[in-house]
Nanobody, 126 residues
Framework: QVQLVESGGGSVQAGGSLRLSCAAS????????MGWFRQAPGKEREGVAA????????AYSDSVKGRFTVSRDNAKNTLYLQLNNLKPEDTGTYYC???????????????????WGQGTQVTVSS
């Protein structure tokens, strides 16, 4: 059974930082491209960042480029998202997801991913 478990969310003030983690089990983690998505109340789920199975390729949405960094440790079966210079509009539930491969053109499409975590809440106050 595949499990993706996010952690590290919390409440911070604007300008602050958080580090999200996603612990994977039940799959060969190093064979999967991984993505981070977020969803704010009343809004669609949005692709934030993605990384290839070996970690050599990454992609970011324009809204987070330069502030967020995605990384992974295949030895620990863990995906990370470093969130810096947080803004109130970054508030939402953050999800990690696994796909059979990293695709530079459609990484931000939720339909590309096979497995999803339950999410961790990030709240940024002004």
């Amino acid at each position: 059974q595949v499990q993706l478990v996010e952690s590290g969310g919390g409440s911070v003030q604007a300008g602050g930082s958080l580090r999200l983690s996603c612990a994977a089990s039940g799959l060969t983690f190093s064979s999967y491209g991984m993505g981070w998505f977020r969803q704010a109340p009343g809004k669609e789920r949005e692709g934030v960042a993605a990384i290839s199975n070996g970690g050599t390729m990454t992609a970011y949405s324009d809204s987070v480029k330069g502030r967020f960094t995605v990384s992974r440790d295949n030895a620990k079966n863990t995906l990370y998202l470093q969130l810096n210079n947080l803004k109130p509009e970054d508030t939402g539930t953050y999800y990690c997801a696994a796909a059979g491969a990293f695709h530079s053109s459609i990484w931000a499409s939720a339909d590309w991913y096979q497995y999803w975590g339950q999410g961790t809440q990030v709240t940024v106050s002004s």
